[in-house]
């Protein structure tokens, strides 16, 4: 009578290790939306020095940047104007890592961090990263005032008008219609204290 073959048994597959190389894999880069904002000196030129150096840095890809806006200031009242814009990158870095990106960028213009709510050069704050919801002492996603803030849902509307916000569950065109309403008359867009800088619309602006 002939003796069975033995057959090898199969060496258990490490699920877990599996599965965190697939959903690395599968992540991609992320899309990520950036509140720029500059009330001093050459406001717009230190707007266009923030792009600049989003679109050097060779972690991101900028892809879309909002006409600039010109805001009153909020909180500290007791300060110029200030230059507002949003731009959209594509990036691989995690949340932690593109919010010390974004400081460095900031340090580099000569922000200064000495008064609360108070002038600067720049200012880059992420608003959104993919549906990612982030809440500790370093860092909040979404940005826990961008639904509160027309000089962040203005540009934002303009390049992201059907981006849902990830804990509301709005749109950002329903929530710039909703601010608008609650605020009435105080920024009407045709109305001084919220204008596009140097006129036009939209479409007189680049696009990355």
Not at 6 to 29: C, Y
Not at 119 to 126: W, Y
Not at 129 to 155: A, C, N, T, W
Not at 184 to 201: Q, R
Request: charged share 35%.
């Amino acid at each position: 009578m002939a003796k069975k073959k033995k057959v090898a048994k199969k060496k258990p597959v490490k699920k877990g290790k599996k599965a965190r190389r697939l959903k690395s894999k599968a992540r991609g880069k992320a899309a990520v939306y950036l509140g720029l904002g500059s009330n001093v000196g050459d406001r717009e030129e230190y707007i266009e020095q923030a792009v600049f150096l989003l679109e050097k840095n060779p972690k991101l890809d900028v892809l879309k940047r909002s006409s600039n806006f010109e805001t009153e200031a909020e909180g500290e009242r007791n300060q110029p104007p200030f230059i507002n814009a949003v731009v959209m990158v594509k990036t691989k870095l995690p949340p932690y890592e593109l919010l010390d990106l974004c400081q460095e960028i900031e340090a580099t213009l000569g922000r200064e961090r000495e008064i609360e709510w108070g002038p600067r050069t720049i200012d880059i704050d992420i608003l959104l990263y993919e549906g990612e919801i982030i809440s500790d002492d370093k860092l909040q996603l979404p940005h826990p005032l961008m639904h509160e803030r027309l000089f962040v849902l203005r540009p934002l509307r303009e390049i992201a008008p059907h981006l849902i916000h990830p804990v509301l569950e709005k749109t950002i065109d329903s929530l710039y219609d909703e601010k608008k309403v609650e605020l009435g008359e105080k920024y009407d867009d045709d109305l001084p204290g919220f204008k596009e800088i140097k006129g036009g619309s939209s479409d007189d602006y680049e696009k990355w």
